[in-house]
């Protein structure tokens, strides 16, 4: 039997695989990981994910050879790397998930399909959860999306068929080691250091600790940052790189809510909590949708009405100011900062430094889309250019929604503990003031031992005079017949027809 070689992209795991199964039944499995630096060096990747990536390579090539499998990770690009591994091992199929991706991966995988026809290996694509590639309509999309996660799970069998290197181990092809982040020149951010451990181990613990232990108040916790850390999933850094499946997270959550099915209140709280969560592992597959449909959102506007609403070319003060953390706006400050420190920020509190980007400060999405992703060890191109086109109203289907950050920092950080945690400058401010602590009168200031505009900045613009300002313009672009007949367009191509909750958010 011919070896079968499993390409890995961000489905790093071998439960929940079925092109590994499949391959599995058709001959011996060699899995192949390739960083290849056209993508790992681009801007929106970060040496987060490949500290990342490199604890579930390990994990994952210890789990192959346990069934009698390998796993050769290689640097460079595709299709070479491929055609290169093919020759080495004379492989005769290749297996892998289609990937909804960023422009250079779709790029890519267009290349590796067109090499795989004119070499005539043949290159078995399979869906990685309820995304549809050519998908027509979105009529019946979310029934679709449900049969999917709702499907048994496919797991490989606990031995593979032998290598045909087995008796002569010299003939082996070299594993190759996982390179470092110093080795492939990936950038990092200085200071992060992730709390989030790579691995299909590390997945399920985390997903069993949700839903057995943190998750009993996430319907009421989920928002804000003080409590959102913990009370949130944490998962979505091994849906991205495929530790985790979503129907593997779905299946898990339908289980834990068949077993809260009592009368007590705290029975109640989990359903409640658990539901939220289930319809939110929907979301996700219904934003990446968006960008498998059209990838062009990644650069261009859902709706072109929108095009000239923005510069092309952001404001580097503001920019600069946004992206470290010096705004003015302590709340905005804190998640930005904490964000970069951790590479992890709740959904509510995304949204906010985004509107605040989008409408207080006017810049474009494309922009700082692409300056943020690196630092979202989550990141996700499906969720996060959907994301920052909604939080921009660029979409034309979803409201329009500004943050006030003031009224953020009251509603979800009423004792300042995260703006502390995070603006150490201002941590002797007295909570009256935190917030706003231009508004503090020089006594309290000189108290506090900070002073406004040397130590903490002044608010880089007026929030009432900037909302305005934002607000009168994404109105009177919104509100054109272009741009009522341009929305009908964008939603029937990408609206949800299932959940109205979706165009809310
Ligand atoms: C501007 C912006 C950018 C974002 N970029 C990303 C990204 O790159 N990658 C990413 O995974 N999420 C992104 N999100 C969505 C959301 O903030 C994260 O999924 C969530 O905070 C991850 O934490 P968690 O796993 O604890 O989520 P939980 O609340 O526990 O939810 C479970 C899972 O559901 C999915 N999910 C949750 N909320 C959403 C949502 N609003 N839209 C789509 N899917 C959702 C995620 O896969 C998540 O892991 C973005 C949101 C905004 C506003």
Avoid at 117 to 127: A, D, F, K, M, S
Avoid at 149 to 154: I, Y
Avoid at 196 to 206: C, D, F, N, S
Wanted: hydrophobic share 40%; aromatic share 10%.
């Amino acid at each position: 039997m011919s070896v079968q070689l499993v390409w890995f992209k961000r489905d790093l795991r071998l439960h929940d695989h079925t092109p590994l199964t499949r391959a599995a039944r058709t001959g011996p499995v060699v899995g192949l990981f390739v960083f290849e630096p056209s993508i790992v060096r681009a801007a929106d990747y970060d040496a987060q994910h490949l500290v990342f990536v490199r604890e579930c390579l390990t994990e994952l090539r210890t789990r192959l050879r346990r069934r009698g499998g390998e796993l050769l990770v290689r640097v460079g690009e595709c299709p070479d790397v491929l055609e290169q591994v093919c020759h080495e091992l004379r492989a005769t199929a290749i297996w892998a998930h289609e990937e909804t991706g960023n422009a250079r991966t779709y790029a890519r995988d267009r290349r590796v399909r067109a090499w795989a026809r004119t070499t005539g290996i043949p290159l078995h694509e399979v869906p990685q959860g309820g995304v549809v590639r050519r998908l027509a309509s979105r009529d019946g999309w979310a029934e679709h999306w449900e049969s999917v996660v709702r499907a048994p799970v496919a797991n490989p069998p606990s031995r593979f068929a032998p290598l045909p290197w087995t008796d002569a181990p010299d003939t082996a092809p070299a594993s190759g080691e996982v390179p470092t982040a110093d080795a492939l020149r990936v950038q990092c951010a200085a200071g992060r250091a992730h709390d989030t451990p790579g691995g299909e181990r590390a997945a399920r613990a985390l997903l069993r600790t949700f839903l057995y232990e943190r998750g009993e108040q996430y319907r009421r916790e989920m928002s804000s940052p003080v409590s959102a850390f913990r009370a949130c999933s944490r998962i979505s850094p091994h849906l991205a790189f495929g530790t985790l499946s979503g129907r593997q997270a779905w299946q898990a959550a339908q289980q834990r809510l068949s077993e809260v099915s009592g009368p007590l209140d705290r029975d109640e709280r989990w359903r409640a909590s658990i539901t939220s969560f289930v319809a939110r592992l929907a979301w996700r597959e219904h934003f990446m949708q968006k960008l498998e449909s059209e990838p062009a959102i990644e650069h261009r506007n859902f709706s072109s009405v929108y095009d000239d609403l923005r510069p092309a070319v952001a404001d580097p003060e503001r920019l600069e100011a946004w992206l470290h953390g010096r705004t003015g706006y302590p709340l905005v400050d804190a998640c930005m900062r904490a964000l970069r420190a951790q590479g992890w920020l709740n959904f509510r509190m995304r949204a906010m430094l985004v509107s605040f980007a989008s409408y207080h400060l006017w810049l474009p999405w494309q922009q700082t889309a692409v300056a943020l992703a690196p630092h979202f060890l989550d990141y996700e191109p499906g969720i996060h250019y959907s994301q920052f086109q909604m939080q921009s109203g660029t979409t034309g289907i979803n409201s329009i929604r500004i943050y006030n950050p003031y009224k953020q920092a009251l509603e979800h950080d009423p004792a300042g503990h995260f703006v502390r945690a995070w603006v150490p400058e201002l941590r002797a401010v007295p909570t009256d003031f935190l917030h706003a602590p231009h508004d503090m009168p020089p006594l309290v200031a000189s108290m506090a031992g900070v002073r406004i505009g040397r130590d903490y900045p002044l608010p880089i613009v007026e929030h009432t005079a900037a909302y305005r300002e934002a607000k009168a313009r994404i109105f009177a672009a919104r509100e054109t017949a272009a741009a009522r007949a341009d929305a009908a367009r964008v939603y029937r191509q990408h609206g949800s027809r299932k959940d109205p909750l979706h165009r809310r958010r």
